[in-house]
């Protein structure tokens, strides 16, 4: 896409593996999934390969990357395991988030402060690589900051407190929350680095966060894939695209 006020879509598809692990055989494929949404419109897919392997496999990043006509953004932690993954099927972005084993879902942002040089290092060879780096950060000034120092080349902003805020009808809460994001989506943009956002969002909760025109993709899964349960997922797709064109009209 040429626009450059376009906000592109980047669909997760974890949670169509969380399904098909239930029964442990290979029915929903989330690679048949990340074709639908790619149908639909999605600019990217994003899949988490995890530590205890939850949700996506290994074999199904190698199948993403075979079968994908639009790039593909590998999460991760940053473990030498995982670096050796990335570095094997070269995904197009990879996007560092911290994971704890006992969590439902990527509860926090990466700290990057306390770990800036051993980022930095780890890093490089991924973008030596021609990979795209994303930091998953919270909105608090000193990580970005601290991202622009290590070399990454995007920060996804964590949007996860905005959402909760908005599902729990706490007004003041959402709205100092949306300050945040966008206080910290400017201070990166300044920084020089693309900014990103996800975590949480819905049809509702997309509008304000895509509003903010500094920033260049969202990440969604959880919402999108419950949402194809009751009309499919290209429906779901084609209809938060069509919320994130009526918040950011394309120019
Ligand atoms: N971005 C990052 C870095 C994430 O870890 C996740 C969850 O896997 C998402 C976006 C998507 O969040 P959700 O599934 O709540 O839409």
């Known amino acids: 896409m040429v626009n450059s006020n376009y906000l592109r879509l980047g669909v997760n598809i974890d949670h169509v593996a969380t399904v098909r692990n239930a029964r442990g055989h290979d029915h929903p494929d989330p690679v048949d999934a990340a074709l639908l949404a790619e149908k639909a419109g999605a600019d990217g897919i994003t899949a988490h390969l995890r530590e205890d392997r939850r949700h996506i496999r290994d074999r199904d990043i190698a199948r993403l990357k075979d079968n994908l006509n639009i790039p593909l953004n590998l999460e991760m932690a940053a473990t030498s395991e995982m670096q050796q993954i990335a570095l094997k099927h070269n995904p197009h972005a990879i996007c560092l988030v911290p994971e704890r084993r ?4 990527t509860e926090a942002g990466l700290n990057v402060v306390g770990q800036l040089t051993v980022l930095r290092e780890y890093i490089k060879p991924l ?3 021609g990979c795209r780096i994303s930091f ?3 909105t608090d000034p000193n990580q970005i900051k601290a991202s622009a120092e290590a070399g990454a080349q995007v920060v996804e902003i964590h949007t996860g407190p905005y959402c909760e805020a908005i599902n729990e009808g706490l007004d003041n809460v959402q709205a100092e929350e949306l300050r945040k994001i966008i206080t910290a989506a400017y201070q990166a943009h300044e ?21 903010i025109d500094i920033i260049k993709e969202l990440n969604i899964g959880h919402f999108l894939i419950g949402e194809a349960i009751f009309t499919g997922l290209q429906e779901a797709v084609k209809t938060m695209r069509q919320a994130m064109d009526e918040a950011r009209p394309v120019q």
Do not use: P
């Open 127 to 129: 973008n030596d690589k």
């Open 102 to 105: 006992q969590e439902r879902t």
């Open 191 to 211: 920084l020089g680095l693309e900014v990103h956002a996800g975590h949480g969002l819905n049809f509702q909760s997309v509008r304000e966060v895509a509003a």
């Open 136 to 138: 998953f950060i919270g």
